[in-house]
């Protein structure tokens, strides 16, 4: 049976939202850093404080105006009432201001915890989400992981300005009051504030927590919006190519239409929270009056009374006011945030041995031992595949699509671990070798390219942080690109666009093999890399290949057979097994798989 949408995810339970407020603790009480320890505690005295003068400063009001009504019948001078109306009402005035430089003193003592907070949580979560998986990338829309981050890292802001610094202030506040009242003048003002507070409180929580099923829906359908858009235009020549541009419009505005109508709901049922807390604050002061008038008139009390009870009620509703906003801001923001760091508890899939070693440049022999993979139990892949690469041969992969050749790639990278077999380099299980070393001693030329939106020096310069332009140039020389770059205007400064879209799928490949000649990895691993050039173009750019080659290991994954008929061993995949090895003339003379394709690849080219 399936939930319905209303219904709360784990992550919104109450149990699992103090969980996460809990868990923020570390980042707002860094350990080691005294400086915003002592900003954190400062700014909770001035919280503190300020909420006793927030009290205290209507009694200083209604003291005046008791002063100015009851003096002038007693035959004090005029002037004598004025100074001491004046000293009061300045007072009053005074701790007024003295409220605001307190929040504002807060402010700047915590402003740069808060920040520093949600820079560590962005930084944790933002390096967690590299340490995952390609499975848990692959499996997951880019733009709702983003929104998850974004709207997590904005709830921790919220959350501490909020409960810190307003609503629980403002309950501080309500017990200074109450005591205030029972304390000058009866208890019964401290039990009808109280009352008044709790039933308030209590219905703003019930009428909200019925509101927020609209809002779950709202942020489903937002999330769903903005993944559907990030993902069309991130292929948007996709979209192009099939004259898809209506059924994507359509597809977001349908997703809009859902969060319209959640939104209005929303807005519309605020009304009936907005109108009972209305009702109760209202009736609240009316009853605080209408009590402090009955004591006047018996003279147990001053007129100033009134002005004192109405000014302290209305400085503890004014941030109740907006209760209902913050209890529901404050339920959302910790879900936000559990959301947040239900990513970072994700168990990265990949993990290194405890006992992982560095690999230090190696003399790159591979060895695929036996080795079966499957992504899931129901695709299996790779079927008890074995081979060997000594160091400097190359060696290419062939076969029809499907039948695995990729997989020995990000195998290789360690992206996914093998369920059967061993794949070693120089000896060693690559599961015992730290990933981080493992990966820099290989290089890999994607069939498919894939450009950060940033200019080509910077793409091409990602393989070596650091390095200078010279370097940079060198590998674009090497790569047949160098004389293209330095005839655009803005040569290597020039913007490639998102996922490198300006350029074309030739000069984007080249980008892959100069980015790639600059990291000179001890093993390279081309994966149909000159998939996306002219004939020309390839003959230029397979001779660098050559060259770059005879000095590494090589695995190469095929498509067009002519460019490895000089390997020093060929493998010829089918449905994830070996079906045939061995040079190009042997496998060309003895039949079979191999020699089908290559007659298939004749044909097409005369074609």
């Known amino acids: 049976m399936q939930p319905s949408p209303d219904t709360p995810a784990p992550e919104e339970k109450l149990s699992y939202q103090l969980k996460s407020f809990s868990r923020l603790w570390p980042y707002v009480w860094p350990k080691g850093n005294v400086g915003f320890k002592l900003r954190t505690i400062i700014a909770i005295v001035f919280t503190l404080a300020g909420q006793f003068i927030l009290v205290g400063a209507p009694f200083l009001l209604g003291r005046a105006q008791d002063l100015v009504t009851t003096s002038l019948g007693q035959g004090l001078s005029f002037s004598a009432i004025a100074v001491a109306a004046l000293f009061l009402i300045g007072g ?16 700047y003592l915590f402003t740069p915890v808060g920040q520093h907070a949600q820079r560590s949580a962005a930084t944790a979560t933002f390096a967690h989400l590299h340490a995952l ?5 692959l499996e997951k829309r880019t733009g709702g992981l983003s929104r998850i981050i974004e709207r997590g890292i904005r709830s921790i802001d919220f959350l501490f300005r909020f409960i810190l610094f307003r609503i629980g202030p403002t309950f501080l506040q309500l017990a200074i009051a109450g005591a205030a009242f029972w304390a ?74 859902g969060y319209q109508k959640a939104a209005i709901k929303s807005r519309t049922s605020l009304a009936t929270v907005n109108i009972g807390q209305a009702f109760l604050m209202q009736g609240g002061i009316i009853a605080m009056l209408l009590l402090a008038v009955y004591q006047i008139l018996n003279g147990q009390m001053t007129a100033g009374s009134l002005t004192t009870i109405t000014l302290v009620m209305m400085q503890i509703y004014g941030p109740l006011n907006i209760l209902g906003f913050a209890y529901r801001e404050i339920k959302q923001a910790l879900t936000d945030m559990e959301k947040m760091f239900a990513l970072l508890d994700l168990k990265p899939e990949i993990t290194d041995a405890q006992d992982a070693q560095n690999l230090e440049r190696p003399a790159g022999e591979i060895i695929f031992d036996a080795v079966s993979f499957a992504y899931d139990s129901n695709r299996p892949i790779l079927d008890d595949v074995s081979f060997t690469v000594k160091p400097g041969q190359t060696v290419a992969i062939v076969g029809p699509t499907g039948a695995g050749k990729s997989t020995l790639s990000r195998i290789l990278f360690r992206f996914y671990d093998i369920s059967a077999g061993r794949v ?46 010279d370097e940079i140039e060198a590998a674009a020389r090497a790569a047949q690109i160098h004389d293209f770059i330095a005839g655009l205007p803005a040569g290597y400064d020039t913007k490639v666009g998102e996922r490198g879209l300006k350029l074309s799928g030739g000069e984007k490949q080249r980008v892959a093999i100069a980015r790639t000649l600059l990291k ?21 750019i397979q001779a660098a290949l050559d060259d770059i080659s005879r000095a590494r290991t090589t695995l190469v994954i095929a498509h067009r057979l002519s460019t490895i008929v000089n390997a020093d061993l060929i493998i ?36």
Do not use: C
């Open 424 to 469: 070693t380099i120089d000896g060693r299980d690559i599961r015992t070798i730290a990933q981080d070393s493992l990966r820099r001693a290989i290089g890999i030329v994607p069939q498919d390219t894939v450009l950060f939106n940033d200019t080509i020096g910077y793409n091409i310069g990602y393989a070596k942080p650091g390095a200078n332009q």
């Open 184 to 257: 000058v003048y009866d208890w019964r003002f401290a039990a009808i504030a109280v009352t008044v507070v709790v039933l308030y409180v209590w219905f703003t929580v019930v009428t909200t927590e019925w509101r927020l099923a609209f809002r779950r829906d709202m942020n489903r359908q937002d999330t769903e919006a903005a993944a559907k858009a990030v993902d069309s235009l991130l292929n948007y020549e996709t979209v192009k190519y099939f004259g898809a541009e209506g059924f994507e419009t359509a597809r977001y505005d349908s997703a809009m239409e």
């Open 133 to 137: 998986s390609l499975r848990f990338h």
């Open 520 to 540: 000179d990895p001890a093993i390279l691993i081309l994966d149909e890399a000159t998939s996306a050039l002219d004939s020309v173009t390839e003959r230029e």
């Open 92 to 107: 009053y005035g005074g701790l007024k201001f003295l409220n605001v430089l307190i929040n504002e003193a807060r402010e």
């Open 572 to 607: 010829a995949m089918e449905d994830g097994r070996i079906a045939q090895s061995g040079r190009h003339d042997e496998l060309l003379s003895a039949g079979g798989l191999y020699a089908r394709l290559w007659e298939q690849q004749k044909e097409s080219a005369q074609a």
